[in-house]
């Protein structure tokens, strides 16, 4: 089944604990990308990567990290959480881009900074 | 002002009544337009794109965009209560190849 996943669903931490929230995509897509969802905030793009080795950040990039090592996988770190990175995480692929390819959404992982 | 800017929600429509969704952005230069929806507890899933000025019908569905103007919306007929949802708009800018920017969205509610 072609599908986006990632792990974990669900992290409850502290601040400044450092965590790594994966993604992989099983559909040979060149894009992939992280949002984070806020009430009221909609969809914010923090990074972004048209390829291998590719990255590029987006609105809010600021406290988190990303690599594309391998196409299928680009995990999202956070080295130093704080609160306000509490959010609803969703990752993202599509074939080639955003220009006319359709993004194919995760499930999401929901992340609590304490 | 924001970059790309939904009608604020909620809205309410009747079954069978037809549901209008608005979004502006300010980017003269953007090329790709794109509505999604996303149910409660459930991640985005595209329902609509559009790439230039005019109408793009698909089904119950019909995505207009004046550029002149910067605004793109979705029109929703004979909405059915399953069409409850949050409506996304996303705008591809016209700099980035990878940048996509989303509107704070849009709840609808389709009453029977």
């Known amino acids: 089944e072609a599908q986006v996943t990632q792990n974990p669903r669900y992290l409850i931490t502290v601040t400044g604990k450092k965590l790594t929230v994966t993604c992989s995509q099983n559909?040979?897509?060149?894009?992939m990308s992280w949002y984070r969802q806020d009430p009221g905030l909609g969809l914010r793009q923090i990074y972004y990567?048209?390829?291998?080795?590719?990255?590029d950040k987006g609105d809010v990039p600021e406290g988190y990290k990303v690599s594309r090592k391998e196409k299928r996988n680009f995990p999202l770190i956070l080295e130093s959480p704080s609160p306000n990175q509490t959010s609803l995480y969703f990752c993202a692929s599509s074939l080639l881009g955003v220009a006319r390819d359709t993004q194919y959404f995760g499930p999401g992982t929901r992340l609590t900074v304490l | 002002q924001k970059e790309v800017e939904q009608n604020s929600g909620p809205l309410s429509v009747p079954e069978g009544a037809i549901a209008s969704l608005n979004c502006t952005y300010s980017?003269?230069?953007?090329?790709?337009f794109f509505w999604y929806r996303q149910y409660s507890g459930k991640s985005p899933e595209l329902i609509m794109s559009i790439y230039s000025n005019g109408d793009k019908e698909d089904g119950r569905f019909t995505a207009q965009l004046n550029k002149a103007s910067q605004y793109v919306s979705l029109l929703i007929r004979d909405s059915q209560p399953s069409d409850s949802a949050t409506y996304l708009c996303a705008v591809k800018g016209g700099t980035s190849y990878g940048k996509l920017t989303f509107g704070q969205g849009t709840i609808l509610t389709v009453h029977p």
């Open positions: 559909m040979n897509h060149e894009y």
């Open positions: 990567s048209m390829n291998v080795e590719v990255t």
């Open positions: 980017d003269r230069g953007s090329q790709s």
